[in-house]
């Protein structure tokens, strides 16, 4: 079953403001990972927060974890036009036993009006 | 993005065609994963490769079938193909074992088209 699920799907916000994104799972995780996608193109890695981390900074990225609630949630401040992609988050809830598998969800599409 | 790259980056095929994607790591990974990418659906995960054996195959059809000749190269061999196999097929790679965090690293991708 799909482990991360993205919300919300689509966002469209103007240039300078913030982006919120959330993304919630269902199994306990090892740690949680951030990803963009520009059209068309491969998923770059943005961020990860382990699963005994709370918060964690990147530049103008801002990712939070919460296990209890089983979701977290990536902040873009400051937007810009060219943070206009897909942002997808993925769950690693490998079990060391020779499973290497991350759990992509279906993705934020966000839209940054210049 | 150089780190991981696909050829072709597109490809265009009738149902009876054999054709193969190419996927080359030059970061000294040693796993390496085959991804198709459907519009509105997950990300889904077809093959992993570690240490050049495959450790996942997730319900594939046999119609995709991987060869992973060494860790730095990973191929995808499709023959009889269907139009709903139409989608981006994408590679990635990562170290495990060294780091536990399997971030993975994407290649540009495959856009395939079946007629």
């Known amino acids: 079953s799909q482990q991360g699920e993205e919300d919300p799907q689509a966002l469209s916000i103007q240039e300078g403001e913030n982006a919120t994104m959330n993304c919630s799972y269902k199994t306990s995780i090892n740690n949680l990972q951030w990803y963009r996608q520009n059209s068309g193109r491969g998923l770059v890695h943005l961020i990860l927060?382990?699963?005994?981390?709370r918060e964690k900074h990147s530049g103008r990225l801002r990712v939070t974890l919460d296990t209890s609630k089983k979701s977290s949630s990536l902040l873009i401040t400051a937007s810009r036009a060219a943070d206009t992609a897909s942002y997808f988050c993925a769950t690693d809830a490998s079990s060391g036993a020779g499973s290497y598998q991350l759990t992509f969800g279906k993705g934020t599409k966000l839209s940054v009006i210049p | 993005e150089t780190g991981v790259t696909q050829t072709p980056r597109h490809l265009v095929m009738g149902m009876t065609n054999k054709k193969s994607l190419k996927c080359e790591q030059h970061l000294g990974h040693n796993a390496m994963y085959w991804y198709k990418q459907s519009a509105k659906k997950p990300l889904e995960l077809m093959f992993v490769y570690n240490f050049k054996e495959q450790t996942e195959n997730n319900s594939v059809p046999s119609r995709f079938s991987p060869e992973c000749p060494n860790s730095s190269h990973l191929f995808l061999h499709l023959h009889t193909l269907q139009p709903e196999d139409s989608a981006l097929y994408l590679c990635?790679?990562?170290?495990?074992?060294?780091?536990?965090?399997?971030?993975?690293?994407f290649g540009p991708g495959t856009r395939l088209t079946v007629l």
């Open positions: 990635a790679s990562s170290q495990l074992g060294t780091s536990p965090t399997n971030e993975q690293f």
């Open positions: 927060i382990r699963s005994n981390e």
